[in-house]
């Protein structure tokens, strides 16, 4: 089947501006991640939700981040006002409980 | 804290020579080592889940084995298309789910 799809893949904003990450998970799936990867590191976790329930926001840089999944389904990463240390992918992973996550392709974003 | 660190940073070897690639973790209560690759561009790639010490599994020409404080990826005869970024992360703790990653080690086969 299908498996986690991101949108958009790119994104160039510029500094101070908002930005919008969708994240659509493998259908089923109740689990939902997203990472921060910058270049040449490991990804490194910023929320997870079990269905719509936000249950670790930890990881989360600064208020800026913000992170939704209202219907248990799709997510949206939001940040505002947006830096240049936030350049960097941002992926999006799904599982059917807290193991074997699923990762999408990612979406890079560059602020300029 | 947890952390997870692998070895090498980066590893060279011609087709048909065998390696290993380390990843040592300090990851409280661990319930599981995993091992992902990654293309350029791309999403990490499941590969395998270890639950326990002692633990062992395969895939072509990949081999994940578990110690109390150290997982191994074995490269059995290597091809070029095995060229990639392979990234461990382990989880547990109370975090349930969140995946604490090594940098990875990127690994280049040449023909």
């Known amino acids: 089947g299908a498996g986690v799809s991101q949108s958009p893949r790119y994104k160039v904003a510029k500094r101070g501006q908002d930005v919008a990450l969708r994240c659509d998970p493998i259908?089923?799936?109740?689990?939902l991640f997203w990472y921060q990867q910058a270049l040449g590191q490991g990804p490194e976790f910023l929320t997870y939700?079990?269905?719509?329930?936000?249950?670790?926001k930890s990881g989360l840089p600064s208020d800026r981040f913000f992170a939704e999944r209202p219907e248990g389904s799709v997510s949206t990463l939001k940040i505002q006002r947006t830096q240049q240390e936030d350049s960097a992918v941002y992926l999006c992973?799904?599982?059917?409980?807290?193991?074997?996550?699923?990762f999408g392709p990612g979406t890079r974003l560059t602020v300029t | 804290e947890d952390q997870v660190t692998q070895s090498p940073e980066a590893l060279r070897l011609q087709e048909g020579e065998s390696s290993s690639l380390n990843c040592s973790y300090t990851?409280?209560?661990?319930?599981?080592l995993f091992w992902y690759r990654q293309d350029p561009g791309k999403g990490p790639e499941f590969l395998f889940t270890?639950?326990?010490a002692g633990e062992e599994k395969e895939k072509e020409r990949l081999k994940a084995t578990l110690t109390k404080k150290e997982s191994f990826l074995h490269i059995t005869a290597p091809k070029p298309e095995d060229s990639a970024t392979y990234l461990c992360?382990?989880?547990?703790?109370?975090?349930?789910?969140?995946?604490?990653f090594g940098q990875g080690t990127i690994l280049t086969v040449h023909p």
């Open positions: 992973a799904s599982s059917l409980l807290s193991y074997e996550q699923y």
């Open positions: 259908s089923g799936h109740v689990s």
């Open positions: 939700f079990q269905n719509e329930a936000q249950l670790d």
């Open positions: 990851v409280s209560g661990l319930r599981g």
């Open positions: 270890l639950y326990s």
């Open positions: 992360a382990g989880e547990g703790g109370t975090s349930y789910g969140k995946l604490t």
